[in-house]
C-alpha cells in the first residue's frame, strides 16, 4: 500500500485540520461539515495526479485546444453518515463520478469489545471502475475493511483508494495488512494513539455527531 500522508508538508490544509479539532470552533455544525468538505477536496486533487490521462481536443469560440484529462470511470463510495460532507467534496473535484453509499456502525460487545456491522448499501457497478473509499475517521480500521469486504459483492475495481481526514497509526497498519498491495492511502494527518475505546486521541471527537448532531 501507498501511504500518503498530506499535512507532512506545510499547507493551508493544516487551517482546516486545525478549525475541526478545535473544540470551540467545531461547535459550530455547518463550518465543521464545510471543513471536511474542503479537506476532501485537497484529497481529490491529490489523487487526481495519480489517474490516467489521456489527449483530447477541445473545440473554443476561437480555435482548438488540445489537453490531458483524465480517463478514469470513477465511484466514490462514501461510509454512512460521518462520509457525507468528506464525499460532497470529492464531488465537487469529480463531478463526473458515479456515487455509492454504505452504512456501517460499532455494535458493543462491552465496553471495549465491539464488531462491525455493514447494513445499507446503494451503488453502481464497481467491477474495473476506480473505487475511492471515503471515510474521515480511520481508527481501527475495521470498519473500513469490512466495508470493503461487502463491496466485493458487487465487482471487483480496477484501482483503490482510501480517502480519510483523521486517523490512527493502528488503522494505517490494519488497512495496510487488509488491502490490496496497490491500494493508495490518502489521510489528511494522523495521530499515534488509541484509547481502551478505540477512540483517536487527541483526534476531534465523533465526525458524524459534530457534523450531524448525536444520536440516540
Known amino acids: 500500500m501507498t501511504i500518503n500522508i498530506l499535512d507532512s508538508q506545510k499547507s493551508i490544509l493544516n487551517k482546516f485540520i486545525s478549525d475541526i479539532r478545535d473544540s470551540e470552533i467545531q461547535k459550530d455544525s455547518l463550518r465543521f461539515r464545510r471543513n471536511i468538505e474542503r479537506i476532501g477536496e485537497i484529497l481529490a486533487f491529490e489523487i487526481s495526479k495519480t489517474l490516467s490521462f489521456e489527449n483530447k481536443t477541445i473545440t473554443t469560440p476561437l480555435g482548438e485546444k488540445e489537453i490531458a484529462l483524465y480517463k478514469n470511470d470513477v465511484v466514490v463510495c ?9 464525499h460532497n ?6 463531478d463526473d463520478a458515479g456515487s455509492a453509499f454504505i452504512s456501517a456502525y460499532r455494535k458493543h460487545i462491552n465496553k471495549t469489545e465491539f464488531e462491525i456491522v455493514v447494513e445499507y448499501f446503494a451503488s453502481p457497478s464497481l467491477e474495473g471502475k476506480t473505487l475511492i473509499l471515503a471515510d474521515p475517521m480511520l481508527a481501527t480500521g475495521q470498519s473500513i475493511v469490512s466495508v470493503y469486504q461487502a463491496l466485493l459483492k458487487h465487482g471487483t475495481p480496477k484501482e ?3 480517502a480519510c481526514v483523521l486517523g490512527a497509526q493502528d488503522g494505517v497498519d490494519f488497512v495496510k495488512e487488509n488491502f490490496p498491495k496497490e491500494t493508495k492511502l490518502w489521510i489528511a494527518t494522523v495521530d499515534k494513539n488509541l484509547n481502551e475505546k478505540g477512540y483517536i486521541v487527541p483526534g476531534l471527537g465523533d ?10
Do not use: M, T, V
Request: net charge neutral; proline share 4%; charged share 15%.
Open 89 to 94: 467534496g470529492l464531488l465537487n473535484y469529480f
Open 207 to 216: 465526525a458524524g455527531d459534530l457534523a450531524y448532531g448525536e444520536k440516540l
Open 160 to 162: 483503490i483508494h482510501l
Open 78 to 86: 462514501s461510509i454512512l453518515r460521518a462520509g457525507l460532507p468528506l
